[in-house]
């Protein structure tokens, strides 16, 4: 364990010689010429600023640090990197917004006439079955009405 012990000065140990000219600096209180008296805090005033003082409070403080040209060239180049990030943010939602409207005018509508025309093709092929199947029960009946029609 490590023992710390205090070392006093000289200058504030010995007391000055008073003179004619500084008697209103002279005085018999021995608290004068110490030097711990302005220094002294208490540990749990300390603390209690410590604990008081958020982290932002901190990092402001630090600010000090770095000097001001560096301030300003990051600060310049937070800046410009959010206003290009707002604006490009901004440009993707105003075309996102473009697209998926004009996908919702002219695709909807497209996308339900390729169904429809689909399902006309369904029809013709399944008559085109019915008809090939009807054929096939009864082949001569129809030739003999397509005859029939032709003499007409």
């Given amino acids: 364990m490590v023992k710390l012990t205090e070392v006093e000065d000289e200058h504030f140990t010995d007391k000055p010689t008073p003179s004619k000219n500084d008697a209103l600096l002279v005085s018999d209180d021995e608290e004068d010429y110490t030097d711990t008296e302005s220094e002294i805090s208490n540990d749990d005033e300390e603390d209690l600023e410590l604990e008081e003082e958020s982290l932002y409070d901190r990092l402001s403080a630090l600010k000090d640090i770095i000097p001001p040209g560096a301030r300003r060239t990051v600060t310049s180049s937070v800046s410009s990197l959010t206003s290009f990030t707002k604006a ?5 939602g ?14 909807v509508p497209w996308a339900l006439a390729y169904a429809e025309e689909e399902q006309y093709i369904q029809m013709e092929r399944e008559q085109g079955m019915i008809k090939g199947a009807n054929e096939m029960l009864t082949p001569g009946v129809e030739s003999e009405k397509q005859e029939a029609h032709a003499s007409l």
């Avoid at 490009?88 to 993707?92: H, Q």
């Avoid at 105003?94 to 695709?107: C, D, M, R, Y």
């Fill in 88 to 92: 490009s943010l901004s440009f993707s």
């Fill in 94 to 107: 105003k075309a996102l917004w473009v697209i998926s409207t004009s996908a919702f005018l002219i695709g």
